[in-house]
């Protein structure tokens, strides 16, 4: 089966930093492009940053741009979003999705707070 | 960054048809397509269709797709119980370079 599993999300303190995973299965990973999006609570989805399947071309949204750093292992079949200078309103799920967000995962999630 | 339009909510009767309408420009689902996804509360997303209705194996045929210009569209046949979701679509945009996504239809089955 096709399936995504993320992890390492938690509670963390405002301006702190934290790495999640996304752990790829039942495709041929090498050749997908990837993507991180989340969920606030109670709101809608907000796509965070983008990969391609040789890491050549990477994209941010503006509200995590010099922030978060996107990234991945194909001999891992992982792809990584590292998060620093966190605040408040990165509090959400965050999914990792294939492509044209065409698999998704179960989501992780962080909150940010003292 | 800007999204795509789709309205607030939906409301229809059970076995009723409902269509979901997605609004954006030239620079994404005019050139780009849309894809459409479903969220039932509490839950993931769900890939449901690209906007030129290929949907995966396991997809409902009552969940039909289509895009004319700028606009795409996700009709919803036979409403069920189970239908009712947040329905979201999204799409690459490339004066950005970013996917964007609209900010989901929330479809009642009375």
């Known amino acids: 089966d096709v399936q995504l599993v993320e992890s390492g999300g938690r509670l963390v303190q405002p301006g702190g930093s934290l790495r999640l995973s996304c752990a790829a299965s039942?495709?041929?990973?090498?050749?997908?492009?990837m993507n991180w999006v989340r969920q606030a609570p109670g709101k809608g989805l907000e796509w965070v940053s983008y990969?391609?399947?040789?890491?050549?071309?990477?994209y941010y949204a503006d509200s995590v741009k010099g922030r978060f750093t996107i990234s991945r292992d194909n001999a891992k079949n992982s792809v990584y979003l590292q998060m620093n200078s966190l605040r408040a309103e990165d509090t959400a799920v965050y999914y990792c999705a294939r492509a044209d967000v065409d698999v998704w995962g179960q989501g992780t999630t962080v909150t940010v707070s003292s | 960054q800007a999204g795509l339009t789709q309205p607030p909510s939906v409301s229809k009767g059970l076995r009723q048809t409902a269509t979901l309408t997605c609004t954006g420009n030239?620079?994404?689902?005019?050139?780009?397509?849309a894809v459409w996804l479903q969220q039932p509360r509490g839950l993931p997303p769900r890939f449901l269709s690209y906007?030129?209705?290929n949907r995966p194996s396991g997809i409902s045929e009552r969940f039909s797709a289509s895009r004319s210009g700028n606009t795409a569209s996700l009709t919803i046949t036979g409403l069920q119980p189970e239908d009712e979701a947040d329905y979201y679509c999204?799409?690459?945009?490339?004066?950005?370079?970013?996917?964007?996504f609209g900010g989901g239809t929330k479809l009642t089955v009375l």
């Open positions: 039942g495709f041929n990973f090498n050749v997908y492009s």
């Open positions: 999204s799409a690459w945009d490339s004066s950005l370079s970013a996917r964007i």
């Open positions: 906007s030129n209705n």
């Open positions: 990969i391609s399947s040789s890491s050549s071309k990477i």
């Open positions: 030239s620079s994404n689902v005019g050139n780009h397509g």
